[in-house]
T-cell receptor, first 114, second 112 residues
Framework: KAGVTQTPRYLIKTRGQQVTLSCSPISGHRSVSWYQQTPGQGLQFLFE???????NKGNFPGRFSGRQFSNSRSEMNVSTLELGDSALYLC?????????????FGQGTRLTVV | GEDVEQSLFLSVREGDSSVINCTYT??????LYWYKQEPGAGLQLLTY?????DMKQDQRLTVLLNKKDKHLSLRIADTQTGDSAIYFC????????????FGSGTRLSIRP
């Protein structure tokens, strides 16, 4: 059973540009959550998508957005990039059916903004 | 509040036990987790405990939960060099793992 796949693994962008990151969850999982990891702020929840709808949202500006497709794959978009957006972006998938207890994380996309 | 707190560093001798501590603030937390992150890697779920449990043991790992004090600990018996990593304490609310609040992580280093 394939794990959570995030692409690309590494990305370098310039301030002001926009970027799209992709996450393919484990087959059968319907929930995809996104997290930002930085040395200063640690791991912070961005948002969660379930059945193509955003169900939970963290405290990030509107420049951070996402969507989920009918096959549960999710994309995260950051517009007007700032230097502070440099981080490891992690995606997690979970089944979210009943008493689900486990989120499986991908390897992450390391974004560097220069 | 959403704070989950843990100490930043822990150094133990190979073969000794490691104990990583964590405190959380939300009494409504349903599940509490320990994740491991090795350099350059994503997050690996080590173990979790449901909030109505006091203890869970899984091979070398023992999790203790004191719900009254909102204190969670992870004990790693017979610590090995491969245990070197950052360990994150985390909590989720509700019945799903869709939103997880993480601590700052404890970097465990092993000395010979």
């Amino acid at each position: 059973k394939a794990g959570v796949t995030q692409t690309p693994r590494y990305l370098i962008k310039t301030r002001g540009q926009q970027v799209t990151l992709s996450c393919s969850p484990i087959s059968g999982h319907r929930s995809v959550s996104w997290y930002q990891q930085t040395p200063g702020q640690g791991l912070q929840f961005l948002f969660e998508y379930f059945s193509e709808t955003q169900r939970n949202k963290g405290n990030f500006p509107g420049r951070f957005s996402g969507r989920q497709f009918s096959n549960s794959r999710s994309e995260m978009n950051v517009s007007t990039l700032e230097l502070g957006d440099s981080a490891l972006y992690l995606c997690a998938s979970s089944w979210t059916g009943g008493t689900n207890t486990e989120a499986f994380f991908g390897q992450g996309t390391r974004l560097t903004v220069v | 509040g959403e704070d989950v707190e843990q100490s930043l560093f822990l150094s133990v001798r190979e073969g000794d036990s490691s104990v990583i501590n964590c405190t959380y603030t939300d009494s409504s937390s349903t599940y509490l987790y320990w994740y491991k992150q090795e350099p350059g890697a994503g997050l690996q779920l080590l173990t979790y405990i449901f909030s109505n449990m006091d203890m869970k043991q899984d091979q070398r790992l023992t999790v203790l939960l004191n719900k009254k004090d909102k204190h969670l600990s992870l004990r790693i018996a017979d610590t090995q060099t491969g245990d070197s990593a950052i360990y994150f304490c985390a909590e989720s609310r509700g019945s799903s793992a869709s939103k997880i609040i993480f601590g700052s992580g404890t970097r465990l280093s092993i000395r010979p």
